[in-house]
């Protein structure tokens, strides 16, 4: 079983506890928030390798929501998950904002956006490949 394929497993077993990522590449850690974000319905999920454009980090992982409520539910959903995996992000930028959400796992940079949010700092642009 790949690695893709157990994250997906485990989150089709919630009550099972699930592997540590402590171990995982910054890649893998990038693909399992991607399928945590899927799995609560996130939109425009887009990994972004940062190798030559940034110092910060070696991935950023962008997602949008529906609704001010949904970004929420998606970044807490991303703690969450990767909690139950024994990672705690190092710093969370906009608990209680409604239209955009940091977590910060060291080598992966989790942006949470409402649609509007997106198209206005424009991520995908700035560090993609366009």
Known sequence: MDFKERITAELETP??????????????????IALFLDNKRGRQIKI??????SDICDFMVL???????????????VEYEMG????DPLHVEGRDNNTWSVLDYSHVLVHVFTRETR???NLDKLYGDN
């Open 63 to 77: 997602a949008t929501g529906t609704s001010n409520t949904h970004v929420q539910t998606l970044g807490r959903e």
């Open 48 to 53: 972004i390798p940062m190798k030559g454009k």
């Open 15 to 32: 009550d099972s506890q699930p592997a540590p990522l402590t171990d995982a590449t910054p890649a893998e850690l990038a693909e399992a």
């Open 119 to 121: 198209d206005f700092y």
């Open 84 to 87: 139950r995996r024994s990672m």
